[in-house]
C-alpha cells in the first residue's frame, strides 16, 4: 500500500520560508517521479514542482528561483524548500507519485 504525508505547512509572514517534507511508503521515490501540487481555494490543483529519478527537476514558472524540491533516499522521502514566500503561495501542498496522492498540508502567507 502506498502513502505519502506531508507535513510542514503552517502561517509564514510575507518574505518568510517553510520548508515542507512528505514520507513516503510503498514505492521507492529513487525511482519515481514525485511532485509537489498546490490548490488555492476556488482555484485548479498545479504541478509546482517536480524532481525524476536522475535528479533533473522542473519547476511551476511562479516559483523558480524560490522554490527548490529535493529527494533523500536513505529516508525515502521528499522535500520542497520554499523561501521568499507570498500571499499568491497561500494553498495546500500536496505530494503525489503516479496516481498515489497525500493528504496535503495547508501553508498560509500572511502578514
Known amino acids: 500500500q502506498v502513502q505519502l504525508v506531508e507535513s510542514g505547512g503552517g502561517l509564514v509572514k510575507p518574505g518568510g520560508s517553510l520548508r515542507l517534507s512528505c514520507a513516503v511508503s510503498?514505492?521507492?521515490?529513487?525511482?519515481?517521479?514525485m511532485h509537489w501540487y498546490r490548490q488555492a481555494p476556488g482555484k485548479v490543483r498545479d504541478m509546482v514542482a517536480l524532481?525524476?529519478?536522475?535528479?533533473?527537476?522542473d519547476y511551476l514558472n511562479a516559483v523558480k528561483g524560490r522554490f527548490t524540491v529535493s529527494r533523500d533516499d536513505a529516508k525515502n522521502a521528499v522535500s520542497l524548500q520554499m523561501n521568499n514566500l507570498n500571499e499568491d503561495d497561500t494553498a495546500v501542498y500536496y505530494c503525489n507519485a503516479k496516481l498515489h496522492w497525500g493528504r496535503g498540508t495547508q501553508v498560509t502567507v500572511s502578514s
Open positions: 510503498g514505492i521507492n521515490v529513487k525511482y519515481n517521479t
Open positions: 524532481i525524476r529519478p536522475g535528479n533533473s527537476t
